[in-house]
């Protein structure tokens, strides 16, 4: 074959290839744990599928502090990506710098307006116009247990704090590690969230965490949810500092620890692993918040972009995300429940099945709650200062609980 030969059949050939002037988009995220990566595989797949071209920007490190960083170099200098995970009340600063892109026709087109929850949709948009695209439902007031360490200790599902730290206490006899945690700052956050949730209940939480309310923030129930951090302390291993979650939930996993406080991405690696929710290990709400949903929306915030195709690839995948295929395989891959109130949950397992329920009947009353650690109750510097406090407090054996709820006030203030 002579190179012009070549070179005809190769055209001819791309033509047959449907969508073969596909574009490319890239995606930037964190999750990189073993459960979290199948998840976001799902989507780089049904992307693919459409001819497009998936450049992944992974960035590991749990709660996405590092990805911020990254995202902030890479939009400074101008080279944002096509779509990065942004959450919560970020989308809004984002928008105000006019880097974000809308999806106004594909959301009319799917109906977004009508599929989602409307202070999801809400969330989404920047000043009228949706910019991004929620991804999925977390929970983070969850409790993980291993079973078998619970029987073989002799302790019981706890549903109450007392009861939790009774359980730590048996766990502690019996010779295991009550609690699998990593000593990093949003760990120790998303531990004191769900301590001040089980505390406060949700509508101090919500005046503490979402309108900054000096009182709440420094009154004797904050007071004592610090008090509680200071107890769990006692049940946590000398090797904590700077544990990934995920290898906190291999510990659960093997047996070594009894419990993990977590959100429930900390499902992925249970799912990954092939363990049976309900059977191999149990998902109960932490205790004291049952009737209470901490949620941590996903979404992915989309940039503006220069190419045609590759704008169009961006917005094939901000479809896909809400379709409902991917929302159930990546869900059921990630830990999370559809964002999608009309998904047919009846292939999921028992602990996002119970996880969509609390979600619908939280959103009913006065349950339902932003979580504050996972970036949905204020911006990312009120979150930044609640991290600061939580973990010098928590890695200081001496400090005063009634001293770090004054810090706390004060450390939110000085970022406001
Ligand atoms: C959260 C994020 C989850 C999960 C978790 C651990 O902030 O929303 O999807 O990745 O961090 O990294």
């Known amino acids: 074959m002579n190179t012009i030969h070549r070179l005809v059949t190769a055209v001819s050939l791309a033509s047959l290839v449907p969508f073969a002037h596909g574009g490319e988009v890239e995606v930037l995220h964190w999750w990189t744990s073993g459960g979290e990566k199948r998840a976001a595989d799902t989507l780089q797949r049904l992307v693919e599928e459409q001819g497009h071209t998936w450049k992944d920007f992974a960035v590991a490190g749990g709660g996405g502090e590092a990805a911020m960083t990254v995202l902030k170099t890479r939009a400074v200098s101008g080279n944002a990506p096509a779509a990065a995970q942004i959450k919560g009340p970020d989308i809004q600063e984002w928008g105000e710098l006019g880097l974000l892109t809308d999806l106004n026709d594909v959301a009319e087109e799917a109906k977004w307006d009508e599929l989602l929850p409307k202070q999801v949709s809400a969330a989404m948009k920047y000043d009228g116009d949706y910019v991004a695209v929620p991804v999925n439902v977390h929970r983070v007031n969850w409790l993980w247990i291993n079973p078998d360490v619970f029987e073989k200790a002799g302790a019981k599902p706890p549903q109450s704090l007392d009861e939790f730290f009774t359980a730590a206490d048996k766990l502690k006899a019996a010779g295991f590690m009550p609690l699998a945690h990593g000593g990093q700052p949003w760990q120790d956050g998303t531990v004191f969230e769900d301590l001040a949730l089980a505390i406060l209940g949700p509508e101090d939480f919500r005046k503490a965490f979402v309108d900054l309310d000096r009182d709440v923030l420094t009154g004797e129930k904050m007071v004592e949810a610090f008090a509680a951090l200071k107890k769990l302390r006692g049940y946590v291993d000398n090797n904590a500092a700077g544990r990934d979650w995920n290898s906190a939930t291999a510990m659960v996993m093997n047996g070594k620890a009894g419990m993990q406080i977590m959100g429930d991405w900390a499902k992925s690696e249970w799912s990954a692993a092939n363990k049976i929710a309900g059977d191999d290990y149990q998902c109960l709400p ?131």
């Open 286 to 416: 932490f205790p004291g918040t049952q009737g209470s949903f901490a949620y941590n929306i996903d979404s992915l915030a989309m940039f503006k972009l220069s190419k045609d195709e590759d704008r169009q690839a961006q917005k094939d995948l901000a479809r896909t995300v809400l379709e409902p295929e991917f929302q159930q395989f990546f869900n059921q891959n990630k830990g999370s429940i559809p964002v999608r109130l009309d998904q047919d949950m009846t292939e999921f397992d028992v602990c996002a099945q119970q996880s969509m329920e609390d979600f619908k009947s939280a959103a009913q009353g006065a349950g339902l709650v932003p979580s504050l650690a996972h970036g949905m109750a204020a911006s990312s510097y009120v979150q930044g200062a609640v991290f600061d406090v939580v973990t010098n407090f928590f890695n200081d054996p001496s400090a005063d609980p009634k001293k770090a709820a004054q810090q706390l006030a004060a450390a939110i203030q000085a970022v406001q």
